[in-house]
């Protein structure tokens, strides 16, 4: 699956069903590109996917240690 690289480490098996869920409901990759943003000390950001069909994937992720929360949020158009 291309366009994962915006999330801050590898995509445990869960959350690439969860993306692959989601674009599956949603007619796929929107033609937006995909957004981020880091923290400076990059312990905290998001990352947007957008679906063809305008809603938003969004990941707020934290980074503790050498673990990362992901918290996924579906947005509406």
Request: charged share 25%; aromatic share 8%.
């Amino acid at each position: 699956m291309t366009g994962l690289r915006v999330f801050p480490t590898v995509l445990s098996v869960d959350g690439k069903r969860r993306v692959e869920d989601f674009l599956a409901q949603h007619g796929g990759r929107g033609a937006r590109p995909e957004a981020q943003s880091e923290a400076a000390n990059a312990s905290r950001g998001w990352s947007e996917i957008y679906a063809a069909d305008g809603h938003v994937l969004r990941c707020d992720w934290t980074l503790d240690g050498t673990t990362t929360h992901m918290r996924f949020s579906e947005i509406d158009p």
